[in-house]
């Protein structure tokens, strides 16, 4: 009984595995996401030093943090599967997984669109964009992180 | 005497840094560059279980696991801070910085190589492309990481 459920779970586990992302341990998940959003904060942080007139504005760094930040954005979504708990999740990210879907793909839009103004060379547009993509960090973080 | 140990050490950790990365302490960095590595080995794997037939090819995501490799493999480079030690991470990072140099620049170019491979849609390529990528990890790995 017991390894069938385990076998139900993996299967279950797997059936909701984008198909880009297949991990052998939970614990793989969770390395996976939490490496992927430490990444993302780095340049997010970096830019956000430039948007707020804390850093001197390097144009060309700017645009590669963007990059960066544009496609980590995408990623740490793959690595909640189910039973890949963490300290940091709220459960309600599974049991709210449309809602934690949503305010994930927020971010990937704003974290495009920031990229873009990143692209651009221009401070204004910079800071235009950084307050829209901090909203969508600060939105999942309120409803699906722990505090 | 302390402090001006401290503020040079400072000075010197800032002066080793490229343009695209700084870091408030030692142990951003280190969770950075762990942070990048974990995701870059992540998708590293997903091409390898392809690449030797250990799991079904599916190009569009071989492609997308390739374009992210390439992406991740320019960034842990500059988590290697001067005074960022951990338990992974030679001492010869730092005293023979030149050659560690050479051979996370080697990742870099095989892991491109592969992405363009990956990008074909051909197992082909990406099965000639993987092991010379396979050898930089190891290569670095022998020298630089601890056992």
Redesign the interface.
């Known amino acids: 009984m017991n390894k069938m459920l385990t076998a139900a779970a993996l299967v279950a586990a797997f059936a909701a595995l984008p198909?880009?992302?297949?991990?052998a341990k939970a614990e793989?998940a969770v390395?996976?996401r939490?490496?992927?959003?430490?990444?993302l904060a780095?340049h997010f942080g970096?830019l956000g030093a430039m948007a707020n007139d804390k850093?001197p504005f390097?144009a060309?760094?700017a645009a590669?943090?963007g990059?960066?930040l544009a496609?980590?954005a995408k990623?740490p979504a793959a690595g909640f599967v189910a039973g890949a708990e963490s300290k940091a999740a709220k459960p309600a990210i599974w049991t709210e997984a449309d809602k934690f879907k949503q305010l994930d793909q927020d971010l990937v839009s704003a974290a495009g669109k920031l990229a873009e103004a990143a692209k651009s060379g221009d401070l204004a547009q910079i800071k235009a964009a950084f307050g829209p993509t901090a909203k969508t960090c600060k939105a999942c973080h309120d409803e699906f992180r722990q505090k």
Chains 1, 2 share one sequence.
């Open positions: 198909a880009q992302a297949q991990f793989d390395a996976y939490q490496g992927a959003y430490r990444v780095h970096s850093a390097d060309a760094r590669a943090d990059e960066v496609a980590l990623l």
